[in-house]
């Protein structure tokens, strides 16, 4: 059983430009979540998607934004990129979302490394 | 929101138990969950304890006390290869998100 893929694994951009990261789960999960890891602020969560659907949004800036696709494929963008978005960021993916036991198993992809200069 | 503190650092001596902390200040969770990451890679996830008590999964065991606000992950017969990280995590109620706590970071010493 595949895991979680995410691409690219590392990749450098410049102040301004944007970014799209991508991450494919688990096969038969369909909720997708985004997470940015930074030494200073750990583990943060971004948003979540179920079925296509925005289940959620943690406390980051609309310059970060993504979408699920029908096979639960999930993008993430963040444009305009300053400094401070360097960091890993990570995909997880789980059976379901919301109250039931396996919305609470995450399975994390490998990552992406963001270096802004 | 939620809030979930752990301590930044622990070392312990291989082959003995160590008890990584959790406590927290939410206002309502539907379990506390446990991640393991080892430095350069992913976090995996080790235990989940939806109900008030003990959770034993091999050498590593999670408690939660919802009362006490407070959970803890337990490894026993520690090996070098368990120093790593350990998050623990909930999801609220209300908004459906998950919260990761600070983080502590585990140091096996022979």
């Known amino acids: 059983k595949a895991g979680v893929t995410q691409t690219p694994r590392y990749l450098i951009k410049t102040r301004g430009q944007q970014v799209t990261l991508s991450c494919s789960p688990i096969?038969?999960?369909?909720?997708v979540s985004w997470y940015q890891q930074t030494p200073g602020q750990g583990l943060q969560f971004l948003f979540e998607y179920f079925s296509e659907t925005q289940r959620n949004k943690g406390n980051f800036p609309g310059r970060f934004s993504g979408r699920q696709f029908s096979n639960s494929r999930s993008e993430m963008n963040v444009s305009t990129l300053e400094l401070g978005d360097s960091a890993l960021y990570l995909c997880?993916?789980?059976?379901?979302?919301?109250?039931?036991?396996?919305?609470?198993?995450?399975?994390f992809g490998a990552g992406s490394r963001l270096t802004v200069l | 929101g939620q809030s979930l503190e752990q301590p930044s650092e622990v070392t312990a001596v291989e082959g003995a138990i160590v008890q990584i902390n959790c406590t927290y200040q939410t206002s309502g969770f539907y379990g506390l969950s446990w991640y393991q990451q080892h430095d350069g890679g992913a976090p995996t996830f080790l235990s989940y304890n939806a109900l008030d008590g003990l959770e034993e999964t091999g050498r590593f065991s999670s408690f939660l006390s919802r009362s006490d606000s407070y959970g803890y992950l337990l490894l026993q017969e520690l090996q070098m290869k368990d120093s790593a990280s350990y998050f623990c995590a909930v999801r609220d109620k209300g908004y459906q998100k998950v919260t990761f706590g600070t983080g502590t970071k585990l140091q096996v010493i022979p």
């Open positions: 997880a993916s789980s059976l379901t979302s919301g109250a039931y036991s396996g919305a609470n198993v995450l399975t």
């Open positions: 096969s038969g999960h369909r909720s």
